[in-house]
C-alpha cells in the first residue's frame, strides 16, 4: 500500500511523502479502509514549520520498524492544520478537555467512525521525561483496541457526546458597550507585565489583536493607560530578540518572559497583524520607532514570503542547516557569536555592534550563541554606521543556509497581509506595497474565488487546493478587500467583500446570530466547530463580525449591521471574563461604540488637495472608521464607486469631506485641521 501524499498540494504533506509510513490524507475513503480491515486510525497533525513535528517525523515516522507496526495495525492519516482549521479544531478540542493541554504535533486515536478515544501530541523514540514512547502508545492502543473493544467504543461515545454538549449559547447577550470595554481594560491590566510587556508569563506570545483593542480603546476614551500598555509592550517587543534585529519580522513567540528568545519560525499572521498593529501606533504617537518596526516588516513579509504568484507564503521554518555541524538545528540562521561578530566586521565595529545588538561571550541562546537584541542601555550609533553594520551582517547571514518557506497561500492570511500593507502603503508614502496588496488580492479573486464567490482555503502555485474556505477566510479577507477598498478608492473590492460577507450571513450563521467557524453545507465532523476565541490570529467569528460591520457603514446595509451586532453578543459575555482571548472582538466592539465613523471624500482625483485629504482620513484614529474617496455619485447611480459618496457635493468646489456616525454628519469639511479633528487626533 503506498504512501498516498505525492499528489497534494501542502508542503507539510509533502515533507511526508517519502516516509515509509503509508500516509492517506485526511478522506472518507481512508476511514472506509479503517472500516474493512477493522483498525484504528492514527491522525497526526502538524504543519510544516513546527519545530517537534519535524522532530517526531525523524525519530519515528522515518524509521522502518515504526512505520511497519503503524502499517500493520493502523490507517494512518496525515493532515496540516492550517489547511483543515476544522479538523484540528475539532480534535484539539477533545485533546485538550481530556488531557488540559494541547499543541503540535497533536496525536489522537480514532474509531473507523472518526470518534477520538485516545489523545496526546509529541512522542519520543524512547520512554522520557516521564512519557511513554511513541512504540509503547501504539502498543497500548493495539492491545486495547483487540481487548478490550467495547470498553474502546464507550469512551469514544462519551467523548463525542462531550464535545456535542458545549454548544455555545451567545445569541442573545446583547450588545457590548462601554461598560464592557471598561471591564475587559481593567481585566487586562490585572494581567499586564508592567516590567516586560506583554500579557502572562512564559512563554509568552505577541499580543497582536489585544494591543489593536488597546489602541481603539484610547482613540474613543483617551485611557493613557490604555494607551501605555499597548506602546510598552511593542517597545519590549521590537527591542527583544522576537523580532529580528537584521531582517524585520517577528518570530511566533518568546521561550522566556523577557522577548529574548524566540521560536524561531515566522508566521506570515503574526507578520500581517504586528505591522498593522506598529502602524497604528505611529498613526497615534508618531513614534519613530512604531514607524520603522512596521515598515522592516511590511518589507520582510514582501521579501521573503511573496510568491511568484503574488499571494504570500505561510511561514518560514524555526530549524536550518547549522553550517558547522552540517545538522538542522533551532535558530542556526540567526544566533551569532562574538567571533562571528569580529569576523564579518572587524575588531572594532565587532565590538560596538556586540554591544549595540547584547551579544556576549555568555550567549543568550545556545551553544555560546546570542539572539540579536536592542538593550537599553547599548551604545548610540549613527543611521549611517548602524546601517553599514547591518548590511554587512545581512549578506554574510545570507549566506548561511536558509529556513525552509512554506509556501502554499492560505487565504485568510493573506487577506491580513492585504490590510496591512494597503494601511502601510498609504500612511507612509509607499505606494509599492499598495501595489503588493493589490496583487495579493487579486490572486484570491483569480484562483481561490470560484462563480458564486466561495472561497478555497489554500493554493499553491497557482493550484488551487482541495479544501473550502472557513470562516476566518471570509473575514479576514473581505477586512483585506475593505481596507484595500478604503486606500486605493477601487469600488470593485468593496463588492468582493459584500459577496464574502454574504456568504458569512447565508452559509456560517445560526439562527441566533452566532457563527460557525464551517459552512452548513460543509464535511460533517463529529462536531461542526465553533469557537469565538482568538488563536494566534483573529477568530474566524469576530473576524467576520468586523468585516460585516464595516460593509454595513460603506453601504447603510441594516441587515448586514444587523448581523454583526448579533454576532458580538459573545464579546460582551467573554470580554469582561477572558480578555485576552477575545481581543478581536473586543476592538470591534470599540468599532461599534464609536459608530463606527463613515467618511466620504469626494473631488477629483487629480486634485492634490483630494489626495491629501483622503491620507487624513486614513490617519484618523475613530475606531474602525470606513473611508470613501473618488468623485462624487449621483442620485442615479453614475460618479462614484462608493454608497457614501452618494449626493455629496464639493464646497465652493474644493474636494471635501463628510463624517457621520449614528445617523449624524458633522459640518463638511475642506480643512485638514478640522476633518482630523472629526476622527480623533492625528499627530504625524
Keep these: 500500500m503506498p504512501n498516498r501524499l505525492a499528489n497534494e498540494t501542502s508542503p507539510y504533506l509533502l515533507q511526508h511523502a517519502d516516509n515509509p509510513v503509508e500516509w492517506w490524507p485526511w478522506s472518507p475513503e481512508a476511514f472506509a479502509e479503517a472500516r474493512e480491515r477493522g483498525v484504528p486510525v492514527l491522525l497526526s497533525v502538524g504543519y510544516s514549520s513546527c519545530h517537534w513535528c519535524h522532530v517526531m517525523a525523524h525519530e519515528s515516522f522515518e524509521d522502518e520498524l515504526t512505520a511497519a507496526y503503524l502499517n500493520e495495525h493502523f490507517v494512518n492519516?496525515?493532515?496540516?492544520?492550517?489547511?483543515?482549521?476544522?479538523?484540528?479544531?475539532?480534535?484539539?478540542?477533545?485533546?485538550?478537555?481530556?488531557?488540559?493541554?494541547?499543541?503540535?504535533?497533536?496525536?489522537?486515536?480514532?474509531?473507523?467512525?472518526?470518534?477520538?478515544?485516545?489523545?496526546?501530541?509529541?512522542?519520543?523514540?524512547?520512554?522520557?521525561?516521564?512519557?511513554?514512547?511513541?512504540?509503547?502508545?501504539?502498543?497500548?492502543?493495539?492491545t486495547a483496541w483487540v481487548g478490550r473493544p467495547e470498553e474502546v467504543a464507550e469512551v469514544a461515545r462519551r467523548i463525542v457526546g462531550d464535545l456535542a454538549g458545549r454548544q455555545l449559547d451567545y445569541g442573545k447577550a446583547g450588545l457590548p458597550g462601554p461598560e464592557e470595554l471598561a471591564g475587559a481594560l481593567l481585566g487586562l491590566t490585572r494581567e499586564y507585565d508592567s516590567v516586560r510587556g506583554g500579557f502572562g508569563g512564559a512563554p509568552k506570545f505577541p499580543p497582536s489583536m489585544v494591543l489593536e483593542f488597546l489602541l481603539r480603546h484610547h482613540a474613543r476614551t483617551g485611557s493613557e493607560g490604555a494607551l501605555q500598555m499597548a506602546a510598552d509592550t511593542c517597545e519590549a517587543m521590537a527591542r527583544g530578540g522576537i523580532y529580528d534585529q537584521l531582517g524585520g519580522g517577528f518570530a511566533r513567540y518568546s521561550v522566556d518572559r523577557e522577548w529574548v528568545v524566540p521560536h524561531f519560525e515566522k508566521?506570515?499572521?503574526?507578520?500581517?497583524?504586528?505591522?498593522?498593529?506598529?502602524?497604528?501606533?505611529?498613526?497615534?504617537?508618531?513614534?519613530?520607532?512604531?514607524?520603522?518596526?512596521?515598515?522592516?516588516?511590511?518589507?520582510?513579509?514582501?521579501?521573503?514570503?511573496?510568491?511568484?504568484?503574488?499571494?504570500?507564503?505561510?511561514?518560514?521554518?524555526?530549524?536550518?542547516?547549522?553550517?558547522?555541524?552540517?545538522?538542522?538545528?533551532?535558530g542556526a540562521y540567526y544566533a551569532w557569536t562574538p567571533a562571528q561578530f569580529t569576523e564579518v566586521l572587524g575588531e572594532d565595529d565587532g565590538a560596538l555592534a556586540q554591544a549595540y545588538f547584547g551579544v556576549t561571550e555568555e550567549g543568550t541562546f545556545e551553544h555560546g550563541t546570542s539572539v540579536l537584541q536592542l538593550p537599553?542601555?547599548?551604545?548610540?550609533?549613527?543611521?549611517?554606521?548602524?546601517?553599514?553594520?547591518?548590511?554587512?551582517?545581512?549578506?554574510?547571514?545570507?549566506?548561511?543556509p536558509a529556513p525552509g518557506r512554506d509556501d502554499k497561500i492560505v487565504a485568510a492570511w493573506n487577506g491580513l497581509a492585504i490590510a496591512a500593507l494597503a494601511e502601510c502603503g498609504a500612511y507612509f508614502d509607499r505606494?509599492?506595497?499598495?501595489?503588493?496588496?493589490?496583487?495579493?488580492?487579486?490572486?484570491l479573486v483569480r484562483v481561490h474565488m470560484d462563480g458564486s464567490a466561495r472561497l478555497a482555503r489554500t493554493s499553491r502555485d497557482g493550484r488551487v487546493g482541495p479544501n473550502a474556505g472557513v470562516l476566518e477566510d471570509y473575514g479576514d479577507v473581505a477586512e483585506g478587500f475593505l481596507a484595500l477598498a478604503s486606500v486605493t478608492g477601487e469600488g470593485v473590492w468593496l463588492e468582493f467583500a459584500g459577496f464574502l460577507v454574504d456568504l458569512v450571513m447565508a452559509r456560517f450563521t445560526a439562527e441566533d446570530g452566532s457563527l460557525y467557524d464551517t459552512a452548513h453545507d460543509a464535511e460533517k465532523l463529529i462536531r461542526r466547530?465553533?469557537?469565538?476565541?482568538?488563536?494566534?490570529?483573529?477568530s474566524g467569528w469576530t473576524a467576520a463580525a468586523g468585516a460585516l460591520l464595516s460593509y454595513a457603514a460603506q453601504t447603510g446595509s441594516e441587515p448586514h449591521?444587523?448581523?454583526?451586532?448579533?454576532?458580538?453578543?459573545?464579546?460582551?459575555?467573554?470580554?469582561?471574563?477572558?480578555?485576552?482571548?477575545?481581543?478581536?472582538?473586543?476592538?470591534?466592539?470599540?468599532?461599534?461604540?464609536?459608530?463606527?465613523?463613515?467618511?466620504?471624500?469626494?473631488?477629483?482625483?487629480?486634485?492634490?488637495?483630494?489626495?491629501?485629504?483622503?491620507?487624513?482620513?486614513?490617519?484618523?484614529?475613530?475606531?474602525?472608521?470606513?473611508?470613501?474617496?473618488?468623485?462624487?455619485?449621483?442620485?442615479?447611480?453614475?460618479?462614484?464607486?462608493?454608497?457614501l459618496l452618494a449626493e455629496r457635493t464639493l464646497v465652493r468646489d474644493r474636494p471635501t469631506a463628510y463624517v457621520c456616525r449614528h445617523f449624524v454628519c458633522a459640518r463638511p469639511t475642506t480643512e485638514l485641521v478640522e476633518l482630523a479633528e472629526q476622527l480623533g487626533t492625528v499627530r504625524p
Design 77 to 142: 492519516v496525515k493532515v496540516d492544520r492550517e489547511e483543515r482549521p476544522d479538523v484540528d479544531a475539532v480534535y484539539m478540542e477533545a485533546v485538550q478537555a481530556a488531557t488540559g493541554q494541547g499543541g503540535w504535533p497533536m496525536t489522537v486515536f480514532l474509531t473507523g467512525e472518526a470518534e477520538p478515544f485516545y489523545f496526546g501530541t509529541y512522542f519520543p523514540p524512547e520512554p522520557r521525561h516521564g512519557m511513554p514512547s511513541f512504540m509503547q502508545v501504539l502498543e497500548g492502543v493495539r
Design 267 to 330: 508566521m506570515l499572521y503574526d507578520n500581517a497583524l504586528l505591522c498593522r498593529v506598529y502602524a497604528h501606533l505611529w498613526r497615534a504617537t508618531g513614534s519613530d520607532l512604531a514607524r520603522r518596526v512596521a515598515l522592516e516588516t511590511a518589507d520582510f513579509m514582501v521579501r521573503e514570503l511573496r510568491t511568484d504568484q503574488g499571494g504570500f507564503a505561510s511561514a518560514l521554518d524555526a530549524d536550518s542547516e547549522d553550517p558547522v555541524s552540517g545538522k538542522h538545528v533551532e
Design 376 to 400: 537599553q542601555d547599548g551604545p548610540a550609533l549613527d543611521a549611517e554606521r548602524l546601517a553599514g553594520i547591518k548590511e554587512r551582517l545581512l549578506a554574510a547571514r545570507a549566506l548561511r
Design 431 to 443: 505606494p509599492d506595497l499598495i501595489e503588493r496588496a493589490t496583487e495579493a488580492a487579486d490572486l
Design 529 to 538: 466547530p465553533q469557537d469565538p476565541t482568538d488563536t494566534a490570529a483573529p
Design 561 to 643: 449591521r444587523t448581523a454583526a451586532e448579533r454576532a458580538l453578543g459573545v464579546v460582551r459575555a467573554l470580554g469582561p471574563r477572558a480578555p485576552r482571548f477575545i481581543g478581536h472582538g473586543l476592538a470591534v466592539a470599540e468599532a461599534l461604540v464609536d459608530g463606527p465613523r463613515e467618511v466620504a471624500v469626494v473631488g477629483h482625483p487629480e486634485d492634490p488637495a483630494l489626495t491629501a485629504l483622503h491620507r487624513t482620513a486614513l490617519l484618523g484614529t475613530a475606531p474602525g472608521a470606513v473611508v470613501a474617496v473618488g468623485l462624487p455619485r449621483a442620485a442615479d447611480g453614475s460618479g462614484g464607486e462608493f454608497p
